[in-house]
């Protein structure tokens, strides 16, 4: 039914997932200390250049970070180290992370206050894309305001482009999805309907 | 010629106009909410999110575990994130699944210490571990891979050879448990796509093949998801614990405990729930007498993932053949219940005696770690992993 010979060339994809081998040792007592904020203001000084040094990019298609819940910048980030989630700049700098700095960073992120990020948007868009939200249920993850929560990302006051790119990148299935709610969701939008929900959500208050 | 163009397009604008209200409709929630009720549309309900991180031991309160008089719980392992089934190499690696963390883990026990590697990452919702002659076996959403000779090679892992990949990819109930039966095939589920649907032929069963890859077939249908079974060592028969549906209520539908002494057997969703009662919307024109009914009823959301039955000798002889339950917790109820191992006595004549093994991660309304899956030590000792805490606990008896 299924010759094993048949799976050759799908062998080699795995051979780079697999050239590595973590190890942690038990009973070391920090090997998950509690989040440092401080510490991740330090670490964060590399990402300042894109993210902004306060979590407020201000390069069109790089993300905010700036009020980001804890865990989901911590599992963007591990899904970055371990290939999941892909990015030309993002995935190198994740490789060296370890798990102790991604939660000093995730705890650093979310303290900072979240600021709104330029786009022109169209009212009939905006309009449009608020009626789009409802029928697609976005406050049930996202929380009323599209503030965030636990794994769900912050969306207001994130930028336009990325936002688009995004959701666009889930409607295509190539988006990186912690367990599939977002690819799902997005399977029944048209492209206009991507484009007026990107208009709304870019329209919203950075903070409520 | 003009009058088949109107004709072509009054056809068009009927189905445009069919199309429309498509596109303005109120679209599928996401999948833990679907099925709510619209009377239930204001309930504040929802998945327990799952830590990015393991907790530091000084996080773990493993004094909180209460387990009977004469057995002790300890911390065995732990910084292992997500920490899920737990499957023994021939050499005595423990080899440890994820689920959204992705990875794959070894366990080694370094005299009394123990090292954790990981050896796979970045996999597709990887829950499922068996091992069988030298070779691990792990079970993703839609494949069956295989690593040959690993446990020589846990610093350099051998790439990932598929066994079995003609399985559906909806992430969903999509992560498989994955275990070798008596026969030496290769079990593992497929559950039902959504909460509650009228799932396609192909999903809301357990399935097995051999251990190449070959003879697929399916083994039990009607189950929504099980992601724990295991065989009981004298009669051979599968049992399997289910998941029960969300939003009917605190206390409806029960979870079950089932066992499926033959092949073909349908236990009853999305049609009849915990054996006796039908399913609202796709009940009807059943019965439940249509379906096999569960072993028992193991309460409401109490999220019923590992089955293991006890066969060592370190335990009280009295624990021998009972199968232990591994209750990762419930979400949608008000009150939480769950966040325990429980055990099951079978052959006493009547029904199945059913009782609490190990609890107390959950205090008051408060969780600080789910029991997910157990596994035996050499020793006759349990392991428990606990998928919250990313940490294993080893539970003994010492009187």
Excluded at chain 2, 104 to 131: H, M
């Amino acid at each position: 039914m299924n010759p094993p010979g048949t799976r050759k060339s799908w062998v080699g994809t795995f051979a780079g997932v697999l050239g590595f081998a973590v190890t942690l040792m038990a009973g070391i007592p920090d090997a998950a200390p509690a989040a440092d904020p401080e510490a991740g203001r330090r670490k964060a000084e590399a990402c300042g250049a894109c993210h902004g040094t306060d979590g407020n990019s201000t390069l069109p298609g790089t993300p905010s970070l700036a009020g980001q819940p804890v865990f989901f910048t911590h599992w963007q980030l591990i899904k970055f180290r371990d290939g999941r989630r892909k990015d030309p700049q993002m995935s190198p700098f994740a490789q060296n992370l370890s798990d102790t700095d991604m939660a000093d960073l995730a705890a650093y992120y979310q303290a900072k206050r979240p600021r709104p990020r330029p786009a022109a948007t169209d009212p009939a868009r905006v309009a449009a894309g608020k009626r789009l939200a409802e029928l697609h249920h976005c406050t049930s993850c996202h929380r009323p305001g599209l503030i965030g929560q636990e794994q769900a990302a912050r969306l207001a006051g994130q930028d336009y482009d990325y936002l688009l790119r995004l959701l666009r990148g889930f409607k295509a299935k190539t988006a990186s999805d912690l367990d599939g709610t977002m690819t799902i969701a997005a399977q029944p939008l048209g492209d206009e309907e991507i484009v007026s929900l990107v208009h709304y959500i870019a329209s919203l208050a950075a903070e409520p | 010629m003009r009058r088949i163009i109107l004709t072509s397009l009054t056809a068009a604008l009927v189905v445009g106009l069919a199309l429309a209200p498509l596109a303005g409709a109120q679209q599928a929630p996401p999948t833990w909410k679907q099925g709510q009720p619209p009377s239930m549309a204001d309930s504040t309900l929802a998945p327990i999110a799952q830590p990015p991180a393991p907790k530091a031991p000084g996080e773990i309160p493993v004094d909180k575990i209460k387990v009977p008089p004469g057995f002790k719980a300890s911390l065995w392992a732990h910084g292992i994130n997500n920490a899920r089934v737990m499957t023994w190499g021939d050499k005595g690696t423990l080899f440890v699944s994820s689920r959204v963390a992705g990875n794959v883990y070894a366990v080694v026990d370094k005299g009394g210490q123990r090292e954790v590697k990981t050896i796979a990452k970045g996999l597709n919702l990887p829950n499922g571990v068996a091992f069988k002659d030298g070779t691990l076996y792990i079970a993703e959403v839609s494949r069956i891979t295989k690593m040959a000779g690993i446990e020589d090679k846990l610093d350099n892992p051998p790439t990932m050879e598929v066994v079995y990949d003609i399985l559906p990819r909806d992430l969903p109930h999509g992560w498989k448990y994955l275990a070798f039966g008596p026969d030496g095939k290769l079990y593992f589920n497929i559950g039902a796509p959504c909460n509650i649907c009228m799932p396609p032929d192909t999903h809301a069963n357990i399935s097995r093949v051999n251990a190449d890859g070959t003879g697929f077939e399916y083994v039990a249908r009607g189950i929504r998801n099980s992601v724990g079974f295991d065989w009981h060592p004298v009669t051979k028969e599968l049992y399997f614990t289910t998941h029960g549906r969300d939003w009917l209520g605190d206390d409806v539908p029960s979870d079950r405990f089932d066992v499926a002494p033959k092949k073909g057997l349908h236990f009853g969703y999305p049609y009849c729930h915990q054996g006796d009662i039908l399913d609202p919307e796709f009940g009807k024109g059943h019965s439940c007498s249509e379906f096999t009914p569960p072993l028992l009823k193991t309460g409401p959301h109490v999220a019923g993932n590992g089955v293991h039955f006890y066969t060592g000798s370190m335990f009280p002889p009295e624990y021998k053949n009972r199968a232990f339950l591994a209750q990762r917790g419930s979400w949608n109820r008000t009150q939480k219940v769950g966040f325990r191992v429980m055990m099951v006595t079978l052959g006493t004549g009547g029904a199945p005696k059913y009782e609490v093994f190990a609890e107390g991660w959950l205090q008051g309304d408060q969780v600080w770690g789910r029991p997910v899956y157990t596994q035996e030590m050499k020793d006759g000792s349990l392991l428990i992993a606990d998928d919250y805490a990313g940490a294993i606990y080893r539970v003994a008896y010492q009187p």
